[in-house]
């Protein structure tokens, strides 16, 4: 399969490229499946992959972006968001809001508009790494063009 024909690879390169016309997408001859996966096919630190997890809240959902070496919170989130039920969201549920699977949970081009959540921890790093769309697709993005690409609030939100 071309990857570079895969409708939700081109979706996020459409959104990527209009943020920032020099940017472009990574392609995997290994999975990027996990944030481990991802690190080492791309020789990188753990902590430079973006987790994007989806939350759930009653009938409402959440994209949490944490470093690949964190894990959030849901105690942290609860309070952000100020609600007094959180979990994580099933892979169905992910796949229905973001139209992505897991795995390739990209954090722009979804589906549905979420409110995002950046853990602060990703700040520490010049260089980061997101799903694209695909398992076997990634672009690299600094935390500043993150916050905006996203409109994502940074927070403490890992453990």
Do not use: H, W
Request: glycine share 6%.
């Amino acid at each position: 399969m071309d990857l570079k024909k895969n409708e939700l690879v081109q979706r996020v390169f459409s959104i990527l490229s209009k943020f920032d016309e020099n940017q472009s997408l990574i392609f995997l001859d290994t999975s990027a499946g996990t944030a481990l996966e991802a690190a080492t096919s791309l020789g990188c630190k753990v902590g430079t992959i973006i987790k994007s997890l989806i939350f759930k809240s009653s009938d409402k959902y959440y994209l949490c972006l944490i470093s690949g070496d964190k894990r959030a919170s849901a105690s942290k989130i609860k309070i952000i968001l100020d609600v007094d039920e959180l979990s994580m969201a099933s892979a169905n549920d992910v796949k229905r809001v973001t139209g992505f699977s897991i795995g390739g949970v990209s954090p722009i081009g979804l589906k549905n508009k979420l409110n995002v959540l950046i853990d602060l921890s990703l700040e520490r790093f010049d260089e980061l790494f997101a799903a694209a769309g695909n398992p076997y697709c990634v672009f690299k993005i600094n935390y500043k063009d993150l916050i905006k690409i996203t409109n994502g609030l940074p927070n403490n939100i890992t453990e």
